[in-house]
């Protein structure tokens, strides 16, 4: 058997030194440091994302919450403001005393969605009756207001801006409607103010952050705005580009540099199109980002620490190997002169090996000649001492004598020549029952001496293999059937299964132990066998020559036995 080399030399390609190992350790460091600033510039981008993302989602909350707010509480404020009418061109006409338009007034104040002074104001901008006197007192008079010149000029129902209220003395924006005289001409107006404080509450709730508001306007001036109303008392917002993206969209989200605070923000807005009102909420870009800088400070600490902790690793590293490089140039030594130890051995093995083979085939060679003499000469004396049954018996026993050295011989010659590789595979396509019962017909003479009856199964199959391989598998099982069956038969025969053919060698012998299965194909095992211990022992190769002729033409082994039944050995060979 050809032996390898007990230990083989590096090849200089696949030797890493340690040099090579620190430029190979620094690469891994820059590669892992890319990957690990990548992942965490990839996670703060998607952070920053998902913040800018969930600030649209909480705008617009708010802009749609005010919208709602908004719209009932104007609603309900001209709704108030259209049954108020009547009553009070009734006041001006004298149909109805300052007391009793009064009780009105208070009584509709008390339905308000929002509480706010209730004034009815004439011609001339005076306020002639309220739901509550002025706070500063005095004389009010409304005949500045824009609102009141456009009523004068026709205009039914105005939503007036934030304004600093001149009978409440608190930033309000205003409900009104006009009041017609019995003659059809403009005879003064109804007004609600409403509180711009009544929103505080409601903009708190929002939690939109601390430079967050929300706002409304109406004809280009401010109409709402929270926190801090007061701030934005009378201030236009000229070019505000919120109106100019309501203009085009009804509801929509974009952000800008506040025109009123230059502060950056994203902003949701919504148009109140019945009430010519458009709503808006907006947080502050530093509020949103807020809490993706405190997470940016974090993983920004964490990857310091990382790869602080990577570079002391990546430093003890270099120190080892700086230690390990004479240890490495020492063992590189060694197995250089291990290597030559090896494959001198290796060389010495391989000859050895081939000097065996040799003497085998010679050995062969040469006992078969005298063997073959000796296998005439015993005919010759059988026939000629065929009428003393005492000599004839001797002489038959020295003819199986010389037919089982015969072979032992052949059987050395096949393991040795399958170790060597020189036997080839020579495949071609068959039929197979030739080979079968040219294999019964060999055998047979055997069989009949023991008593057995041996036979092959008719079969049409064809098959790809190497005829004369295949016949000394086959043989080898078929001897190993007649050796180890007493009594009974020995049958052999095929199955189809799917594109192969499972040739089988049945027999009654005294079967195999289930612990022994694998073990029987291994050189020199053999079971007891009563027929074995009568003289006829083989030396256990038998089917160590099957295992290895298999495996050269790639022909799987099955095995079934029942102890004190049988066995049936099989061969997979592919169809033709």
């Known amino acids: 058997m050809n032996s390898g080399p007990v230990c083989a030399a590096i090849p200089a ?104 002074a209730m004034l009815v104001v004439d ?211 060694k197995v250089r002169v291990r290597t030559a130890e090896a494959e001198q051995r290796a060389d010495e093995a391989r000859l050895a090996n081939e000097s065996k083979t040799r003497f085998l085939a010679a050995a062969s060679h040469d006992l078969r000649q005298p063997l073959q003499a000796a296998g005439m000469f015993a005919e010759v004396l059988a026939g000629q001492v065929e009428d003393d049954p005492r000599k004839l018996k001797v002489v038959d026993r020295l003819r199986q004598s010389i037919e089982a050295t015969n072979s032992l011989l052949a059987t050395l010659l096949d393991v040795s020549a399958l170790e060597a590789g020189k036997i080839k595979p020579n495949v071609s396509g068959f039929r197979l029952m030739p080979l079968l019962a040219g294999l019964v017909d060999q055998i047979e003479p055997e069989a009949s001496r023991k008593g057995l009856a041996i036979g092959a199964v008719p079969t049409s199959a064809q098959v790809e293999s190497d005829p004369v391989l295949l016949e000394r598998l086959l043989r080898n099982l078929l001897v190993n059937a007649v050796r180890y069956t007493e009594s009974g038969r020995v049958l052999i025969g095929c199955r189809r299964r799917g594109g192969r053919v499972v040739i089988q060698v049945l027999d009654t012998g005294i079967g195999i132990p289930a612990d022994k299965m694998q073990a029987v194909f291994e050189d020199f095992v053999r079971l007891d066998s009563p027929a074995e211990r009568g003289g006829s022992r083989g030396l256990g190769l038998g089917l160590g020559v099957v295992r290895r002729m298999a495996t050269l033409l790639d022909h799987p082994l099955e095995l079934r036995s029942i102890p004190g039944k049988g066995s049936c050995f099989g061969v997979v060979v592919p169809k033709a």
């Not at 908004?70 to 609603?75: K, P, Q």
Request: overall charge positive.
């Open 13 to 116: 390609a696949d030797r890493r030194t340690p040099g090579e190992l620190r430029r190979r350790l620094r690469l891994l460091m820059a590669v892992m440091v890319v990957l690990l600033m990548g992942g965490a510039v990839s996670l703060l981008v998607e952070l920053r994302e998902a913040a800018f993302e969930k600030a649209v989602s909480s705008t617009s909350g708010a802009a749609r919450l005010l919208d709602d707010n908004l719209t009932r509480m104007l609603g309900s404020t001209d709704a108030t403001l259209a049954r108020l009418v009547p009553s009070a061109e009734a006041f001006m006409a004298g149909r109805m005393s300052k007391a009793e338009i009064e009780r009105e007034l208070a009584s509709l104040e008390s339905g308000l969605v929002q509480r706010g």
């Open 123 to 333: 011609a001339k901008g005076d306020v002639t009756a309220a739901s509550r006197p002025p706070r500063a007192g005095g004389h009010v008079n409304y005949a500045g207001r824009d609102y009141f010149s456009a009523h004068r000029d026709g205009a039914e129902r105005v939503i007036g801006p934030m304004v600093m209220g001149s009978y409440s003395l608190v930033p309000v924006f205003t409900v009104s409607r006009r009041i017609n005289a019995p003659d059809g001409s403009f005879g003064g107006l109804v007004i609600v103010g409403v509180y711009a404080n009544f929103f505080t509450d409601f903009y708190n709730t929002l939690g939109l952050g601390p430079s967050a508001y929300i706002g409304a306007n109406t004809g280009g001036r401010i109409m709402l705005r929270q926190p801090n109303p007061e701030n934005y008392v009378g201030r236009p917002t000229p070019n505000n580009p919120i109106l100019a993206a309501a203009a085009e969209q009804r509801v929509g989200t974009i952000r800008i540099h506040s025109p009123v605070d230059r502060v950056e923000r994203v902003v949701s807005y919504r148009k109140l199109t019945e009430f010519d009102v458009m709503v808006s909420a907006g947080m502050a870009v530093d509020d949103i980002l807020a809490p993706w800088k405190q997470t940016a400070l974090v993983i920004a600490t964490a990857m310091a620490v990382v790869l602080l902790g990577l570079g002391g690793m990546a430093a003890t590293t270099f120190r080892a190997l700086n230690r390990e490089e004479e240890a490495i140039a020492s063992l590189e030594q």
